[in-house]
């Protein structure tokens, strides 16, 4: 069974930093896409960074570029979501996803989901 659990959300003022993880299980690791995204209340899935299956490489979302680095562990099966620069525009509910191939940052190609964890940036 495909799990993932994200934790490491919480309140940060504006500039502040926060570091996610994930951890999962039931698949192999780095053969899989994985990635970040987030919800704001009232808003769609955003699909924020993701790592490809095919070469591992990452892909950021242009609101975060620059400001938020993802990275992974294969030998802890983890993916970790580095943001600095905090916006009080970042604040939202973040999930880690899964898949088989990478097909994009659309949440939509994305079968497996954890459940969430909440970002918070005050100005």
């Known amino acids: 069974e495909v799990q993932l659990q994200a934790s490491g959300g919480g309140w940060v003022q504006a500039g502040g930093s926060l570091r996610l993880s994930c951890v999962t299980s039931?698949?192999?690791?780095?053969?899989?896409?994985v990635g970040w995204f987030r919800q704001a209340p009232g808003r769609q899935h955003e699909g924020i960074s993701c790592?490809?299956?095919?070469?591992?490489?990452?892909y950021y979302a242009d609101s975060v570029k620059g400001r938020f680095t993802i990275s992974s562990d294969n030998a802890k099966n983890s993916l970790y979501l580095q943001m600095d620069s905090l916006k009080p525009e970042d604040t939202a509910v973040y999930y880690c996803?899964?898949?088989?191939?990478?097909?994009?940052?659309?949440?939509?190609?994305?079968?497996?989901w954890g459940q969430g964890t909440l970002v918070t940036v005050s100005s």
């Open positions: 039931g698949f192999t690791f780095d053969e899989y896409a």
């Open positions: 790592i490809s299956s095919a070469d591992r490489s990452t």
């Open positions: 996803a899964a898949d088989t191939k990478y097909y994009g940052m659309a949440a939509e190609h994305y079968g497996y």
